[in-house]
């Protein structure tokens, strides 16, 4: 994960795990664990971290599901970003005090989650 994230990266990357991972990592605030072993054993399995500190076996399928594509569009939402979504293609806003400033953007994809998915890692890319 440590590929240089630049506007033409992201929206060339396929509906994939890749995707789903920068998603968690880049936008849900989850972060990967490493498998920790010890002479041979594993103590520890990899697992991915919540914000909240709970282990999550799996990423969520973002850029491929709806409805975890859903949960993108909430945590930008929180974050203050305004998500319009219409067929096949997601614009994404910065709101301050009720008004949109600069940083929009529109991705149009092969299917709606994708385009959520790209929509996201590119409104959370400067922060």
């Not at 994960?1 to 630049?6: E, F």
């Not at 010890?38 to 103590?43: A, D, F, R, T, Y």
């Not at 219409?86 to 293609?89: A, C």
């Not at 910065?94 to 400033?101: A, D, V």
């Given at each position: 994960?440590?590929?240089?994230?630049?506007r033409e990266s992201i929206l060339a990357m396929q509906p994939e795990r890749e995707l789903d991972s920068l998603i968690a990592e880049k936008v849900m605030g989850w972060r990967y664990k490493e498998t920790v072993y010890?002479?041979?054993?594993?103590?520890s399995p990899a697992q991915w971290i919540k914000p909240n500190g709970w282990p999550v076996d799996r990423v969520p399928n973002y850029s491929t599901d709806i409805s975890a594509a859903w949960g993108v569009v909430e945590e930008l939402e929180q974050k203050k970003w305004f998500v319009t979504i219409?067929?096949?293609?997601a614009s994404f806003h910065?709101?301050?005090?009720?008004?949109?400033?600069d940083g929009t953007g529109i991705?149009?994809?092969?299917?709606?989650?994708?385009?959520?998915?790209?929509?996201?890692?590119l409104a959370v890319l400067d922060e």
């Open positions: 994960m440590n590929k240089t994230l630049n010890s002479w041979g054993e594993v103590l219409r067929n096949r293609s910065l709101i301050n005090n009720g008004k949109i400033l991705v149009t994809a092969n299917s709606t989650p994708e385009s959520i998915c790209k929509a996201a890692l």
